[in-house]
């Protein structure tokens, strides 16, 4: 039973190597918890479809996309208020820069795209009305372009940031028709 | 067997409501298809997955999300040049606008988010190598938000328009990490 063995080995060394050479897709889903609301990264969010863009300037300076998983894009196309436990919503953002290549083509300066991946990459609201009842039923997490979580004071910002918007469930992106 | 005839058409009744009840999600794929390429609006392709996003500025003044099918998501993800026949790349544009909600949490005015649909809401690039050779194996096709095409004239304009991105398959954008 030796080439069996030897055939598992040389399988899971080839796909080892597969999966080492993808493409970089965004930071991984982590063991590492954000603190306070304990979410981690959820495996596949860049491939969730599409809420909205957004640029935002001043000194964040970058070019968004708000994805959501598939409850929270039924939520938003039947315009359900408050959003159902399970949605999560994830901003992703990139550093905001011209595009030399595209300004080129137009004829002059208009063109802006996503550079690198912006240092707070990955921003998650998650809905669980008991779990985060103190927070709006919202659960936050910040993560960096590695997938690394952003302290607890940095988490103590969020809640409050988002009270205003308490009339759309606390959430200010609205969905991009 | 009077009554499921009854049944049949009190649930397609029921179903006709619902679907026309449901909230507009982009226009519809009609049958009207663009000229010169002849390409009709792909059902589902506001589900698709995100390759970047953009702010054009100057006229234009858009803010825009560039969307790809399974074909165009592998491709992009696997850096496979050219694209393979099958490939669609959307790319929607909203109007530009600031938002006076996140302004007044910001503090300022540095929020930019989508308005209504721009005039000319849908581009598709759609690979088929054989049926497009003269365009570098691409049809292009430009639907306003009603899903009515352009016209011959502007669609004549795509291509000339594209060629300097030869080196990236005459495609612009590039995917966001």
């Known amino acids: 039973m030796k080439w069996i063995a030897f055939l598992l080995v040389a399988v899971a060394m080839v796909a080892g190597i597969v999966v080492s050479a ?30 909205s863009v957004a640029h935002e300037a001043g000194n964040l300076n970058d070019l968004r996309a ?6 929270a894009i039924k939520a938003y196309r039947e315009g359900t208020l408050p959003f159902p436990d399970g949605t999560i919503i994830a901003r992703l953002a990139w550093s905001y820069v011209p595009s030399e290549e595209n300004n080129k083509v137009f004829g002059r300066a208009q063109s802006f795209v996503p550079g690198s991946a912006a240092d707070w990459y990955l921003q998650l609201m998650v809905k669980d009305s008991k779990k985060y009842a103190a927070t709006g039923g919202w659960g936050f997490a910040q993560f960096d372009k ?23 469930d606390f959430v200010f992106t609205h969905y991009a028709p």
Request: with cysteine; proline share 14%.
């Open 146 to 168: 590695d997938g690394k979580p952003a302290d607890e004071a940095k988490h103590k910002t969020c809640y409050p940031c988002h009270e205003p918007a308490k009339a759309s």
């Open 22 to 51: 993808a493409p970089t897709n965004g930071p991984a889903s982590e063991d590492a918890a954000a603190p306070i609301y304990g979410i981690t990264i959820p495996p596949g969010y860049r491939d969730w479809r599409l809420i």
């Open 66 to 71: 708000i994805l959501g998983n598939d409850v």
